[in-house]
């Protein structure tokens, strides 16, 4: 009896490996064409920014980056909805209860995970723009789609 459990389980945890490996090489294997298609300029999106005034030209690179930005922020929305939608609909409604911690503990550490990866983000985006001339400036959305996916 007991083998066939221990059978059972570790079957169930070798599908689940091979599930986990597949969608880590289709990650893999997305993030690399869409990089090279941004390197080699084939994205059907071009971005122009002239470089005349330089003033100017950082201004409306700012305003590029905080444009993607409000894209970058739909994840975090999800995962607070996601944590809004479990506490309401458990025991989890009332922060006080330590019984209620448990059915909302994943969500909120998906919600943190994604707060500090967003932070991340932005800071380097801005960074990014103030470095990277305005036909480099590509990488950015490519960075926003990776970030959302």
């Known amino acids: 009896m007991k083998t066939e459990t221990d059978d059972k389980q570790k079957?169930?945890?070798?599908?689940?490996?091979?599930t986990i490996v597949q969608l880590r090489d289709i990650s893999i294997i997305i993030t690399i064409l869409i990089l090279l298609l941004a390197f080699f300029d084939k994205l059907p999106w071009i971005v122009l920014i002239d470089d005349n005034d330089k003033s100017s030209s950082l201004?409306?690179?700012?305003?590029?980056?905080?444009?993607?930005?409000?894209?970058?922020?739909?994840?975090?929305?999800?995962?607070?909805?996601?944590?809004?939608?479990?506490?309401?609909?458990?025991i989890a409604i009332n922060?006080?209860?330590?019984?209620?911690?448990?059915?909302?503990?994943?969500?909120?550490?998906?919600?943190q995970n994604?707060?500090?990866q967003f932070i991340i983000k932005f800071i380097l985006s801005l960074t990014l723009c103030t470095v990277l001339r305005s036909n480099e400036l590509i990488i950015l959305p490519v960075f926003t789609v990776?970030?959302?996916?």
Do not use: S
């Not at 079957?11 to 091979?18: A, G, L, V």
């Open 59 to 90: 201004e409306k690179r700012l305003i590029f980056t905080l444009q993607l930005l409000f894209v970058d922020v739909l994840p975090l929305l999800v995962a607070m909805t996601w944590v809004i939608h479990r506490r309401l609909t458990t």
């Open 114 to 116: 994604t707060l500090e």
């Open 146 to 149: 990776l970030f959302v996916l």
């Open 11 to 18: 079957e169930e945890f070798y599908t689940y490996k091979r």
């Open 95 to 111: 922060p006080m209860n330590r019984r209620g911690h448990q059915f909302v503990e994943q969500q909120q550490r998906i919600l």
